[in-house]
């Protein structure tokens, strides 16, 4: 297992998109590789609050500090778009993220052929970045009804071949 573990750090330690940061439980950075610290900045020794961890409470009630598994999507991080997994194995707090940015844009230019309005490229662009209808109600401030009508518009024009890029979610 220790090999394993080792195997990983070092794979992750040289990726351009995937984030790796090993924290203790009360948040003090161990370890973050160059993305990690692209994204978050050079946190180690320091208690860490931003990226995967921003808007997380730090106290015991906070589910991030339950044993087990916890995964955070479109996190918005120093103009960087994150999917994060936190580890959590009662020792250390272990995340490893994916950058999407880049995956969203060019998801969004596959689709600019299309007759989309502009209000429906936007809709996407939100759905593409992991938001919920919800959230995309409070982003836009647009009832449900025309979120939907909207979903059910992109999801109309998109050809079959793209549709596979969206969850289409109602």
């Known amino acids: 297992m220790k090999k394993a573990s080792t195997e990983l750090t070092d794979s992750l330690s040289q990726s351009r998109k ?19 610290k ?6 180690t020794g320091k208690t860490c609050s931003t990226g995967c961890m921003d808007g997380l409470a730090l106290h015991p009630e906070d589910p991030v500090l339950d044993e087990g598994v916890r995964v955070r999507t479109g996190i918005q991080s120093n103009g960087h778009l994150i999917d994060a997994v936190l580890l959590n194995d ?14 969203v844009e060019r998801k969004m230019e596959s689709v600019k052929s299309l007759s ?50 969206v969850e289409i979610r109602f």
Do not use: W
């Open 18 to 36: 995937m984030g790796l940061c090993i924290k203790t439980l009360d948040r003090t950075v161990l370890f973050q590789n160059s993305l990690c």
């Open 38 to 43: 692209q994204i978050c900045g050079d946190v």
């Open 90 to 103: 009662q020792e250390f707090l272990t995340t490893i993220f994916y950058d999407k940015q880049d995956l």
């Open 116 to 165: 989309l309005t502009r209000m429906e490229k936007r809709v996407l662009q939100l759905l593409l970045e992991g938001r919920s209808n919800k959230e995309i109600v409070d982003t836009l401030c647009i009832s449900l009804s025309t979120v939907r009508t909207h979903l059910n518009h992109i999801y109309q024009k998109l050809p079959p071949e793209l549709l596979a890029l």
